[in-house]
């Protein structure tokens, strides 16, 4: 097995800058034991540990779903709002919210172990975000796709704006669990690709 997860994100900007939006996450297989596991451990504080990375989001409401059904998966859903941040005249959208990949945990110069993941991880991320028609993007980064040297581990990425719409699609897949240490440099550029932000 392996740890397979979806998220999806839908939402609003107003010219205010204000957000509003579902956030989506199914976890199947050992990423819904891992999550399972960690609810049962410490239900009163899970939804906190869930929204630390986003001390700026304000929760209207959430809802978790699954914990009794083995062949399903467990659903959550969070309705949230939030200011966008402004720098030099733009808002700054993030669309890589809840999926864990905020910073790179690999950030040491040099590594002697091996790294152990644990299981196989394969994740969709996509959202899509509605911009008030007087909002101008700035040029969208390219749609890309990255794949390590070993082809075990791919990102891909596309972004694309119709009207004013602005979708985002993220695809990662890590196909081994363990990577020696003189694979770290490897691991590392690629978890620096997962950690970026959308300017909007």
């Known amino acids: ?79 949230f709002h939030y200011s966008l941040k402004k720098s030099g005249g733009y808002y700054l959208l993030n669309a890589n919210l809840f999926s864990g990949f905020t910073e790179n945990p690999f950030i ?17 991320f996509s959202a899509s975000f509605s911009l008030p028609p007087s909002f101008a993007t700035e040029q969208l980064p390219q749609n890309k796709k990255l794949v390590s040297p070993d082809r075990s581990m791919s990102v891909s990425r596309i972004i694309e704006k119709k009207d004013n719409v602005i979708g985002f699609r993220y695809n990662v897949t890590i196909n081994r669990e363990l990577f020696a240490a003189g694979e ?16 909007v």
């Open 108 to 124: 040491t110069q040099y590594r002697f172990t091996d790294i152990d993941f644990g299981s196989k991880y394969s994740g969709t």
């Open 184 to 199: 770290y440099e490897t691991v590392k550029t690629f978890f620096n690709h997962l950690d970026r932000k959308s300017v």
């Open 1 to 79: 097995q392996q740890q397979s997860e979806g998220i999806m994100l839908t939402g609003d900007v107003t010219k205010d800058g204000e957000f509003s939006g579902v956030a989506i996450i199914e976890n199947r297989e050992y990423s819904k034991l891992e999550k399972e596991s960690r609810y049962h451990a410490e239900q009163a504080r899970y939804r906190d540990a869930l929204l630390k990375p986003y001390p700026y989001i304000k929760v209207d409401s959430f809802s978790l779903e699954g914990l009794k059904n083995d062949s399903a998966a467990l659903h959550q859903e969070i309705n």
